[in-house]
C-alpha cells in the first residue's frame, strides 16, 4: 500500500479533537500512576537496558499466539481434539504475553504528543479490546461454548491486525521509537 494511503488512513482515524482530549487525560492519569512504580520498573518497560524499546520485541508473543490460534480455528483443517487443544494452548499463550506487551506500549505512549499520541491510543484500545475478546473466548472455550469462542478470538485478531497497521504507522511515520538507535554514538 502506497505511504500517502496509509497516512490518509491514519489521518480518518485520528484526526478528531475528542480524541486529543481523552488522551491528555489517559496521559495524565498514567503519569500519575507511573510516579508510583520504581524507576527500575520504568527503565525496563522502555527497555534502555537493551539499547531499544520493548514493545515492539514483546507483541511477538500475542500476535503469533493469536494467528496460530486463528489458523487453528479456521483453517479446514480435519478437526480432532488435539487441533482444538492446540488452538486453545496458542490463544492462552498469546494472550498473557499480551500483558507485557500492553504495559510497555502504554509506558512509551504516555510521553508520545500530537498526532502520534491520538493513533497511539487508537492502537492500544484496540490492542486492549483484542486481550479483552481473547480472554472471554478463553472462557467461553472452557465453557463448552467453542463457536462463541472462536467468534471472539477471530474477531480479536481482526483487530489486532488493524491496530498493527497503526503501530507501523506510529514507527515509520512519526518515527516513535526511534529515537533509541539514533542516539546511539556511531562506531
Known amino acids: 500500500m502506497d505511504s500517502q494511503i496509509n497516512d490518509r488512513i491514519e489521518d480518518a482515524l485520528s484526526d478528531h479533537q475528542v480524541l486529543e482530549q481523552f488522551a491528555e487525560q489517559l496521559q495524565a492519569a498514567l503519569r500519575e500512576a507511573e510516579s508510583h512504580l520504581p524507576a527500575g520498573v520504568l527503565r525496563l518497560l522502555h ?3 537493551l539499547g531499544h524499546p520493548l514493545h515492539p520485541i514483546l507483541v511477538h508473543l500475542p500476535l503469533g499466539g493469536w494467528l496460530i490460534a486463528g489458523l487453528l480455528d479456521f483453517l479446514p ?9 492446540a488452538a486453545d494452548l496458542a490463544l492462552l499463550l498469546g494472550t498473557i ?10 509506558t512509551d505512549w504516555a510521553n508520545t504528543r500530537g498526532q502520534a499520541r491520538r ?3 487508537i492502537h492500544g484500545g484496540l490492542n486492549e479490546t483484542a486481550f479483552l475478546l481473547n480472554t472471554a473466548s478463553l472462557l467461553a472455550r472452557r465453557r463448552g461454548k467453542r463457536g462463541l469462542g472462536k467468534a471472539l478470538s477471530g474477531t480479536a485478531l481482526g483487530l489486532a491486525l488493524v491496530s498493527g497497521f497503526l503501530g507501523g504507522q506510529l514507527v515509520y511515520r512519526h518515527g516513535l521509537g526511534v529515537h533509541h538507535t539514533l542516539a546511539r554514538p556511531q562506531g
Open 77 to 85: 483443517l480435519q478437526r480432532s481434539a488435539d487441533t482444538e487443544h
Open 119 to 121: 493513533t497511539g491510543l
Open 47 to 49: 527497555g534502555e537496558a
Open 97 to 106: 504475553g499480551a500483558t507485557g506487551a500492553i504495559a510497555a506500549g502504554w
